[in-house]
């Protein structure tokens, strides 16, 4: 609901929770915003990749940057869902390991057309018990894919807490 009233056409998405992440990834898509995945919510990084709104479980403190804090103790909003727009766009950076981390946008059509393709590949290797697990999270391209997006897609269940931090690793 909040999403839809934001003027920013981009809003920054980090959670340390999944659940809350998914709802806010598809809250964020729906409202036509571009959801920008950052490896961190450091002020320094939103600052250098120009952050206007933050959707975030965490406590950080980023001054001008218009935060919203994403919890469950929200009541449920009376709202209309609008589809997907084909141009709504997912934002990851590169690693910066050769210089400032790149920015790497893709239509959110696109991914949704990656699915299909990616199970064709992996379906000799999917079973009835199949669990995904994954090392990196969502906000990383290949965690968004394999730990989330691809789950949902194949109708798995998901972690909703993360099984190992990536500080712990």
Do not use: W
């Not at 290949?142 to 798995?156: I, K, M, Q, R, T």
């Amino acid at each position: 609901h909040k999403a839809r009233q934001i003027k920013a056409d981009e809003c920054v998405l980090y959670t340390q929770n999944n659940l809350l992440f998914m709802v806010g990834f598809f809250a964020l898509l729906h409202a036509g915003k571009a959801v920008v995945l950052p490896s961190n919510t450091r002020k320094t990084t939103l600052e250098q990749i120009g952050a206007l709104a933050v959707f975030t479980d965490t406590d950080h403190d980023l001054g001008a940057i218009e935060t919203y804090r994403l919890n469950f103790d929200a009541e449920p909003a009376d709202i209309s869902i609008e589809p997907i727009a084909d141009a709504t766009q997912i934002v990851y950076f590169s690693s910066g390991s050769t210089g400032v981390p790149k920015r790497i946008p893709q239509p959110f059509s696109m991914i949704n057309d990656e699915l299909p393709e990616l199970y064709n590949f992996l379906q000799n290797y999917l079973t009835d018990d199949t669990v995904m697990i994954a090392t990196l999270s969502f906000s990383h391209m290949y965690g968004l894919f394999y730990a989330f997006l691809l789950p949902v897609f194949l109708g798995l269940s998901l972690a909703t807490e993360p099984l190992i931090t990536t500080a712990a690793l």
